[in-house]
């Protein structure tokens, strides 16, 4: 393992700790008796506390000196002084420790008692600390020149990504967005729970992937020998809980689709679904508006919330419009009764991309999505699916060759779909014969299974029922505005990190390899110096031990420099 000048003085400083008796990661309880919370919340002068957390800023003026330590709660002023803390003839506890041994980030314990400065801010006046974790790398150092420009923020979302521990470390604000992820789930659970529905947990393993149209990861079990595949949707376990005798169920699902990453995909995402006993999907658009009307409030303190540029208010009642109407405003195009090949026809002469594997369903729904979608900004239901893209809804009870079946969209993206279950047996395997034929015909996203013992299951009997599927990842983002999946996600799914050469290298370095790791295509020269968020000098310097130690290489291609790892 390579080290940094930075990495290798820190471990030179635990050496000395050691020597001097010191236990750098002590495994003894430290009982804190308060937060930097509960301190400005309860002030009170010459309080004693005793409190933990990483120290984060520093200003050393001979025997006394004010640091920020921050815990899971915010910062607060700390003020060493040598003579509180070394009441006696040592002073190495000052003198040594704190002013030579400790760095940024370590991880202290304090005891001391509140006071005021002279320019009204709260401070703990320390009285001892404690060594609780030393830090072996430096945390990003974000500074500000005198123009006010700031340098070496840790701010690149790849860098953020993939090390979210250095990220909710120094860009504390991001650590809210979580905490309103947990908001809505909580809420959501309060909301189900006080209807009287009950919340289960279903096989992620399973044998057959059913309940979404998706590509399944696949896998093997040993003692078994056989494939098995992690879930793309946990539906038909749902429903058969129905058929045992549940009113209502839910869960909140890990699921796993082996298809492509953007902003608004993650290949394991978090899904919620609730089935709901002798109900339509009539009651479940009711329902819906209910639900994110309470999560919304619960989450944000209000109905409304900011994305992008545009102000959504989860305040129901909401747009209802069907698929059919939808389609024929936004592109003159009425679908109703026409054959695949003058949707094909269509579909081509207005520009989408079609192919021979496409059944009426699919076509439909790519005509939809690249015309319809984007036009619905406040919450909209899009309700009444034709049948051929809804294989687990039943026919709609007055419109021929429809569904009752809804999507929610909001600023152009669905986040949650919801139909009146189709629980007839045998309209059901005929659905399912259905998919089997579009995927030889090669539409990979198709169900390539007939689940029969869920087949089993409904001519058991299920009720009438309705059923509802949020995108929690999705709806999460629109609370917090933010336009990528990857900041709602504690650790997003990331290319794996190549390594690096055997060359010792700076903080400044490593911070291009690493955005030149995030993807495999070159980066233009341009792109990339801003990325790294360096100053010139430092630019420069990088730069060029990287390309000396043939470890980055700079090409010319057409009037373009582009940068990549050898």
């Known amino acids: ?224 020998d056989i494939p098995l595949y992690l879930r793309i949707a946990n539906e038909l376990y749902l429903k058969r809980l129905i058929v045992g005798g549940f009113d209502g169920v839910y869960e909140f699902s890990k699921n796993f689709r082996n298809e492509g990453m953007d902003r608004t995909h993650n290949p394991e995402f978090t899904a919620m679904e609730i089935y709901v006993a002798y109900k339509d999907y009539n009651w479940m658009m009711d329902f819906t508006e209910k639900l994110l009307e309470f999560c919304a409030t619960q989450v944000n303190g209000t109905t409304k919330a900011q994305f992008g540029e545009h102000e959504i208010d989860f305040k129901a009642p909401y747009a209802r419009v069907s698929m059919t109407e939808a389609i024929q405003k936004f592109t003159g195009f009425d679908i109703t009764g026409k054959t695949e090949q003058e949707l094909f026809d269509f579909a081509k002469s207005i520009g989408i991309e079609v192919n021979e594997t496409m059944g009426k369903g699919k076509l439909i729904d790519e005509i939809f999505g690249e015309k319809c979608e984007g036009n619905f900004i406040q919450p909209t239901f899009i309700t009444d699916y034709p049948i051929e893209m809804s294989p687990l809804t039943k026919k709609h009870r007055s419109k021929e060759g429809l569904t009752e079946r809804f999507e929610l969209m909001v600023c152009g993206k669905e986040i949650a779909n919801a139909y009146s279950e189709l629980n007839d047996p045998i309209d059901q395997r005929e659905r399912f014969e259905e998919q089997l034929k579009l995927s030889e015909k090669g539409d990979d996203e198709a169900g390539q299974f007939i689940d029969e013992d869920f087949l089993r299951a409904l001519e058991y009997g299920m009720p009438p029922t309705s059923g509802l599927g949020i995108g929690m990842d999705r709806l999460i983002m629109f609370l917090t505005n933010n336009a990528s999946i990857q900041e709602v996600l504690f650790f997003p799914q990331m290319r794996p990190e190549k390594a690096i050469s055997q060359v010792e290298l700076g903080e400044d370095e490593k911070v291009i390899i690493e955005i030149l790791n995030s993807q495999e295509e070159p980066f233009a020269l341009a792109e990339l110096k801003e990325r790294s968020q360096l100053s010139g000098k430092k630019w420069d310097k990088a730069s060029k031990n990287l390309t000396k130690n043939n470890i980055m290489k700079v090409e010319k291609i057409e009037d373009t420099l582009l940068v990549k790892l050898v």
Do not use: W
């Open 1 to 224: 393992m390579q080290l940094s000048e930075q990495e290798i003085i820190r471990r030179e400083k635990l050496n000395k700790l050691v020597e001097m008796g010191i236990n750098a990661f002590p495994a003894d309880e430290y009982k804190i008796t308060d937060t930097t919370e509960s301190i400005k919340k309860e002030f009170a002068e010459s309080k004693q506390v005793k409190i933990a957390g990483r120290l984060m800023s520093r200003r050393i003026q001979g025997k006394a000196s004010f640091a920020e330590l921050q815990d899971s709660t915010g910062r607060i002023q700390v003020y060493f002084n040598r003579d509180e803390i070394c009441p006696g003839e040592d002073k190495d506890l000052y003198n040594e420790v704190y002013k030579y041994l400790l760095d940024i980030g370590d991880i202290i314990g304090i005891e001391g008692e509140l006071f005021t400065t002279q320019v009204g801010e709260m401070t703990v006046l320390v009285k001892n600390f404690t060594i609780l974790t030393k830090s072996l790398r430096p945390l990003p150092q974000a500074k500000t020149d005198d123009n006010g420009v700031v340098h070496d923020a840790f701010n690149d979302p790849e860098l953020r990504y993939r090390q979210r521990y250095v990220d909710l470390t120094v860009n504390p604000h991001v650590k809210e967005i979580f905490v309103k992820r947990t908001k809505l789930f909580n809420a959501m659970r309060t909301f189900f729970n006080d209807a009287g529905y009950f919340e289960v947990e279903t096989p992620i393993l399973q044998s057959i992937p059913g309940g979404a149209a998706a590509r399944p990861f696949i896998t093997h079990h040993n003692a078994l």
